[in-house]
């Protein structure tokens, strides 16, 4: 039978490396002069990219980042201004735009990725192809059931 604290531990575990890569990320990315925020925005786009082809509203993003609205806003406005996202009415609700990430926005996030590779490549020099699949299986996993069920609460 398996610890019963070892999901907490699991879970406790993902937190310290999301706190230790964005400290290193920040760092990484503030001569792009994209600080974590931004880029996590970005991604969030990058990886619907085709999906979404409408754009997404601000309260969409808050609701899938499970962020408060009004940091979302200005995190937005911050991309809106240095042309990475780009805004359009949106057809069915004219309270709210429609954002969706711009041929700058694309390219300022490839830039991101680029500087974080080395630091990535050195993480897991030490692994295998075989290990990090595994690794990453897993936590397709974990994450896979956390939208499902925070899709599910609501």
Do not use: C, Y
């Amino acid at each position: 039978m398996s610890d019963p604290a070892l999901p907490f531990r699991i879970v406790n575990w993902i937190g310290i490396i999301d706190q230790l890569a964005g400290s290193a990320a920040n760092r990484l990315l503030a001569p792009l002069d994209l600080p974590m925020p931004q880029f996590i925005l970005l991604n969030h786009f990058s990886n619907r990219a085709g999906t979404e082809a409408g754009g997404r509203t601000v309260m969409e993003l808050a609701a899938a980042l499970q962020q408060p609205q009004p940091g979302i806003t200005k995190t937005v406005q911050k991309l809106l201004d240095k042309g990475f996202l780009a805004e359009r009415a949106h057809p069915q609700d004219g309270r709210s735009k429609l954002l969706r990430m711009t041929p700058k926005g694309v390219a300022a996030h490839q830039a991101a990725i680029t500087a974080l590779m080395p630091e990535l490549a050195r993480a897991f020099a030490g692994w295998s192809d075989k290990e990090k699949r595994r690794l990453f299986a897993d936590l397709d996993r974990l994450k896979v059931w956390l939208d499902a069920d925070r899709d599910a609460r609501g």
